[in-house]
């Protein structure tokens, strides 16, 4: 036997108490990097008969060959085989007599123990042993990491932040440990070590050798969960949120619909004096929230999204590409829709699903009047439109074949980037711009906002 001492047993406890790491599977790859070592050690060809056993209150640990006592070895020439044509190994034996010099008392049909245990493995055995250890808490590792994912999918979880690596955030959900990617960050949030947060469970990630848990802050699906955890109307069934646009960290509009005639949706998520609304935005950071009441008729939702800007006309143009709306404002309300760098025009266009070309009164009528537009809409007598679901709308992308600011939460339209009307604003320092102010909020240059603006303005 060799004496591993307590030191063993205190190790395993750690791994299970830090780390998730069963006891039990700490000591069982320990017997088996033991037998693993011990068959490079006396060079066998398998380990058919052969045990590892552990006292865990000595802290010895031992190998022992087994053998069945008999009177007559078994002839190898007749071994049997399998259901796959494989032999089947023949268990080890001794004979009687043998055995009695081992163990007086032995009879026939025992089985024999006998402790083959070398005094000194010597350095590559040691190193085997070693190798398998390791693998088997990794594997041990991996099975947690999936098994914690599995329950947290898709929900909020409380995280700490463990440590900061380059630009990860490194957070612990529990028994296993998260990744908070940049993409992931809220801009307004400092991460410190010890720090508390809510994040939303996003994906696993398969790095090889242990896999990775991706948390998110800035998913949409963050700002769905806290409104079920603040708003018991959504979560009995009563609410229904229908889509949600964010841009993390600055501003969000989420769509809701009663189901309940007695129960004002947008009510319900304002709750008494702001009180549900007002922990929602301390829940996510001073982040702006508008509750919008959905419609399933397209026109009056898109009205709906684009508040608090007054709207005078939504066009619904024919286009089998992609679904559009052509919005007339007042000429003072034209920057109130656009919003701040194109903000609440980009997001109403994500929560309705429609791309939508915002333009001033005075812009149309120096465009041929209503009447022009009222043509370039009328669909024909057979079409009729899909209202798009909009269901955590992401950006959508430009049709082939179109220039890139026709996409979907784009401002100017292809009329209006043709003609430059009223001083359309498309510049380098423009966008420039905008990326300094809000560097999340555009990926490349084809998302960037076009800002149309009245002459007079």
Known sequence: MIKVGPALMEHAEQLERERGIPRDVVISSLKEAML???KRYAKLETLTGYECRLNEKSGEIG?????KVVNELTDPADTELDEEGEEI????????????KIKPDVELGDILEIEVTPDEFGRIAAQSAKQVITQRIREAEKKLVQKEFEEKRGSVTTAIVQRIEGRNVIVNIGKSEAILPPKEQLPSEYYRVGNKLRVYVLDLKDSGRVPQIIVSQAHPAMVKEVFELEVPEIEDGLVEIKSIAREAGYRTKVAVVSHDPDVDAQGACIGTRGSRIQAIVNELKNEKIDIIRWSENPVEFIVNALAPAKIIRVLIMHDPRQA???VIVPD?????AIGREGQNVRLAAKLTGFKLDIKSISQVEQDGGMAYYEQLAAPPADYV??????????????VEGEPALVAAGDIASEEALAADLNGAVASDEAYEAVQEESPESFDDEESAPVVEEDEEA
């Open 36 to 38: 693993a070592a011990y």
């Open 385 to 398: 439109p899909e209202v798009p679901e909009g269901e955590f709308a992401e950006d959508s992308e430009a």
């Open 332 to 336: 003072e309300q034209l920057s109130l």
């Open 63 to 67: 190998i022992y060959e087994l053998k």
């Open 324 to 326: 559009r709306a052509l």
């Open 89 to 100: 190994p023949i268990e080890p034996e001794i004979l009687l007599k043998e055995a009695r």
